[in-house]
Each structure stands twice: as C-alpha cells, then as structure tokens.
C-alpha cells in the first residue's frame, strides 16, 4: 500500500533527481564544447540569480595573451553580495600548468575594478580546453585582498572525463556565496572521492582470492588500490611509454588475448616488481609474457622508482593473492573517471583534482579508522610545522619572534606575495645569511610518520621561506650566487632534514637516518 505522504516524498525524489540529471548534462555540454555563450546559457538553467549583463572588458587586458574579455553578467544573492561572471580568451594552447599567475594577476584587476564580491573567471583556448576559477575578495580593517587563483580551480579538458568538476558542479544551485564556495572546496572533492572509493575498495579486498583471512584480504586490496592510484600520476607525467594513459592501454591490450584472471599475477606483477624495480634498460622477467613490442619497449625504459612502494611486501606480495578481471576492471573504470594532476599542493594553493594528497588521505582513513586516528586536515599540518620552526629559530638563533612570525605567517598566502601589505620581517644580512644556514641544515624526525603528511608540510614551508630570504633586496651577494634552483632546494630537502618513523609497515617511511645529532622538533 503506498500512502499519499510516500507518493509526495517519491515525486519529490523523482523530481530532484531530474534536476540534478539535467544538471548534469548541462555542464557536460559545456565541457564538450566550451564557448563564452555556452557558458551563460548554464547559468541562465542553474543560477536563479544570474543576471545577463554582457559587456567588454578588453580595456583592463595588458597582456598579449588574452584576448576577447567579456563579462557575461552578475549572480546577486540574497544578502547583498554578487559575483560576477568573465570569460577570457588565451591566445595558444591552454594547458593544466599555463600561465597560471598571468591569469591571476588579470582576474585580480579585473575584480578590483569591480564592486562585486566574488568573481567565476573561464579562461579557454580554441580547443575547448578551459580554467574555471573563483576568486573572492576579503577584508581586513579597510583593506581589500583575494583568494590566491589556484586555491579554486577546475581545469577542463574536453578529452577527459572530468568528473570531479562534473560531480561539484551538477549540485550548486548558486544560492549563495557560500554555496559556490562549497563546489570549488577541495574538503567537498575529497570527501566525495573517498566515499566512492571505499565503495571499490570494499569490493575489490572481497575479491581477493588466495586466503580466508579478511584482514590479509584488507591488506593486499590497499596496496594494490594505492599502487595502482601511483601509477596514474607516473603516466600523467608522461613516464610510463610517452602515454598518459598507459595503465587503461595496458588492460585493454590484455583483454584482447583470450587469457581470463591472469590479469593481475602475469601483467601487473612483471609491471609492479620488475619493470619499476630496476634501472632503464636492465629488466628481468617480462620475455614471457605475450606483450606487444611497443608495451614491451615502454616496460623496458620504465622509471626505476626505487621506492618501498614498488617492492614485495613480505607476507603480502608473497603469499600468492591475486584479484579477478571483473573486480580490477570496475575499479579501473571508477578511478580513471577522474583527472589526475601532479601539481603540489599547499595550503593556500591547490588543484581540484586527484592529486597525491588524495594517497594519504585513503591510507589513514582506511588503515587507522578502526583506533580513532583521523587525517589531519592541511591547515593544521601547515601550523604545525610553522610554529615548530618559529619557535626552534628563536631558541637557537635569537632573532626576533615577531619578524620570524612574520616571515613564516604570511596573510596573502605561503606561495608568492599578493599583497603589497604584507609584512615579511626586518632582517639584517646577517641574519638572513644565518637563518638560511640554518634552515638548509635543520634536521627534523616525526615519530609517527603515518602517510607523511608533516613531512611534505615541512617541505613546502622549508622551500617556500628558504625562497624568500633568497630573493630579498638585502641578502648578501655571495649568498644569492649560491641560491639553488627550486627542485634542487627540495631535493637537498628531502634528502638532508626530513625523516620519519612508523610502527606500521604500509607507510613506508621507516627510513634509518644514519643521523645522531637529530633535532626533533
């Protein structure tokens, strides 16, 4: 029997539904084919508030490499904020790592010159390709300042899936600031990645085969989960045969041999411990395995990773588990839906898309869910490591707090200075020649490494402040002769200051530092 209360909440289901279906195709079209017209024909459909108002703002572009600047019109919101909506084109190809801050530093003028309170700026190329990213004004007493350009941004390639900005986008009703906040929040990507993940992850450790044993079953499933979500960064940086794909290539090339589940035991084992276990060149045990000759090839010259990651793990790799076809073929499909980016984010600074973070988050959500330890949030991670190091250059150095405060909390952001205002700290060359001594030869241990979450947070801050004291007007000249590139800095980094211990086995961080006179801070 079916009740009118039930018949009401069935329509109002069916009817949300329909919505967000539609939703969902409207901004898939607009990923297809992206035009600045497009654009405000979605808004018109999802924005309730969105006011066309199309007129040029070509008289604020400086830069030869935009062209075609037009504000589409205004979203109002019920408490007398707005956001104004730009589309500008780039002249060339637009790509994930483009010009990035020119792009910023043009959305900026461009909400200066405005009264609105937020701005959603589409920047796109002929190709379809587009950046959609909002930027919000703040304010401090009578000061005006900005998000950073990256701390929301979607990129969109009409050749991939892009379902992380299809998954945000389909659902913002634009109702408020704070609404269009949430579908840009890197917390909302997160949360949603995960809850379908551990819905694939479930599936994939029930379908382990070789033990009875849940917790083995648990075990082997993850670290094939995390291997696998690893190699779809190595292929986005274009290490795995020139191809970006490799991975989905690699299985559609093996389901094209009539061989059933040996998936997993005959083309992923030889890919996980021999062709990434050993240098370019010198790979064992994959002559008898019917690959192609350009699968082959890519094999052979695979990056030697030289990582824990990559290894057999004893009581796991060598037990004789494997995961059927149907199980590793759903995951497949689940995950490479997803863009994948290999940008670093920071705290101020980040892609909404998988990025590697998204590693650390899975580990200790799913390995530490069972004895309370949760995934500590970037923003705390990021204090932490900053008050460690203030507090450890006063003790040691005696320089004034408040200038190490400074130098360390930056207002605008941890990345480059976006406001003028900002207070960096007042060093003399002395101490600027002191604090970078001392910071390019500080050694620090976390005792309970985890995924390494402190450990990348103290590399970002290291590299960051390192960079500062480099670039000011005062640091003495044969100190900026020695200045090191940015990757040799974060090289030196890693290899001289950051350490981590960690009861369990999965994080891979149990490294002997060979060190006696470690300062744990």
């Not at 959609?132 to 900005?146: C, D, E, K, P």
């Not at 009703?173 to 479930?202: C, H, M, N, P, W």
Request: hydrophobic share 40%.
């Amino acid at each position: 029997m079916l009740f009118a209360g039930g018949l009401t909440d069935y329509n109002t289901l069916t009817r949300v539904s329909n919505e967000v279906s539609l939703m969902l195709e409207l901004w898939r079209g607009l990923c297809m084919e992206f035009t600045p017209e497009a654009l405000s024909r979605v808004l018109r459909r999802t924005a309730q508030n969105f006011r066309q108002a199309q007129y040029s703002l070509e008289s604020l572009v400086v830069d030869d490499e935009f062209d075609d600047a037009v504000q589409l019109g205004v979203i109002e919101f019920p408490n007398a904020e707005s956001l104004m909506v730009v589309a500008v084109r780039v002249e060339g190809e637009l790509t994930a790592r483009s010009s990035k801050k020119r792009q910023y530093d043009l959305a900026k003028a461009m909400l200066k010159h405005s009264n609105h309170n937020a701005a959603i700026f589409a920047f796109y190329d002929a190709t379809g390709r587009f950046r959609l990213s909002l930027v919000v004004a703040t304010y401090h007493g009578t000061r005006r300042t900005f998000t950073t350009f990256r701390r929301y941004t979607f990129f969109v390639d009409p050749v991939l899936p892009n379902k992380t900005f299809l998954q945000q986008m389909r659902t913002v009703r634009f109702s408020s600031l704070t609404d269009v906040l949430a579908a840009f929040s890197i917390e909302a990507v997160s949360d949603q990645f995960y809850g379908e993940f551990k819905d694939r992850y479930d599936d994939l450790w029930s379908a382990v085969r070789g033990t009875k044993e849940p917790s083995l079953k648990q075990d082997f499933a993850l670290l094939f989960a995390i291997r696998i979500i690893f190699l779809g960064f190595v292929q986005k940086k274009n290490w795995l045969g020139n191809n970006t794909m490799f991975i989905q290539d690699y299985w559609d090339e093996y389901k094209g041999l009539t061989q059933k589940n040996s998936f997993y035991r005959h083309w992923l084992e030889p890919l996980f411990f021999e062709a990434l276990s050993a240098p370019p060149g010198h790979k064992r045990g994959l002559e008898h395995v019917p690959f192609s000759e350009q699968t082959r090839r890519a094999l052979e010259y695979a990056p030697y990773l030289n990582g824990e990651l990559f290894k057999r793990k004893q009581g796991v790799d060598d037990c004789g588990l494997w995961i059927p076809d149907e199980s590793i073929g759903r995951f497949f499909d689940f995950l490479f839906q997803y863009n994948f980016t290999v940008e670093e984010n920071e705290l101020y600074d980040e892609e909404l898309e998988l990025n590697p973070e998204f590693l650390g988050i899975i580990f200790e959500r799913i390995t530490n869910k069972d004895q309370g330890a949760v995934y500590t949030p970037r923003e705390e991670v990021d204090l932490m490591c900053r008050l460690a190091l203030v507090k450890w250059l006063e003790k040691t150095t005696g320089i004034d707090k408040r200038d190490l405060y400074h130098l360390f909390f930056r207002e605008g952001g941890t990345g480059e200075v976006y406001d003028e205002h900002q207070k960096q700290g007042d060093f003399s060359p002395h101490e600027i020649r002191t604090l970078i001594d001392r910071l390019e030869n500080v050694t620090i241990c976390d005792p309970a490494a985890g995924s390494g979450a402190f450990e990348v947070g103290m590399l970002q801050v290291l590299e960051q402040v390192l960079e500062n004291l480099y670039c000011r007007s005062n640091t003495p000249d044969e100190v900026k002769r020695r200045a090191p590139s940015p990757f040799e800095r974060k090289k030196a980094i890693i290899a001289r200051s950051l350490y981590g211990v960690e009861v369990k086995s999965w994080a891979g961080l149990c490294y002997n530092s060979g060190h006696d006179d470690k300062i744990v801070l």
